[in-house]
């Protein structure tokens, strides 16, 4: 993987929807404090938006570096959190979503 934009589509690729059913979910991500993008998982679908989205009830913050390790499933994510490379602003329950929703 070559950038973030890289990992996002591998992110979004890992995406399970029978995990999604029913759900209307918007997870934000802020890496490297500079890129923002928007997962809205919705009935069984993701959708991905570059840019902030206010309706974003769980925002990951991390370097690209962290996001990279985590999708290619080098790094784990409550490791990184724990380890304090990634940080949850809003909801932490639907960050734990998150592997549900992206199995590694």
């Not at 080098?74 to 960050?95: S, Y």
């Amino acid at each position: 993987m070559t950038s973030v934009a890289d990992s996002v589509q591998s992110m979004k690729a890992k995406f399970n929807p029978s995990a999604a059913a029913g759900l209307d979910l918007v997870f934000g991500f802020r890496i490297d404090e500079t890129k923002n993008f928007s997962l809205i998982v919705k009935d069984s679908t993701c959708e991905l938006q570059e840019g902030e989205n206010p309706d974003a009830r769980v925002t990951l913050v991390m370097d690209g570096e962290t996001l990279e390790g985590i999708v290619s499933g080098e790094t784990d994510g409550m490791q990184a959190f724990m380890a304090g490379k990634l940080r949850a602003e809003g909801d932490m329950m639907l960050a734990m979503k998150l592997s549900e929703l992206f199995p590694a």
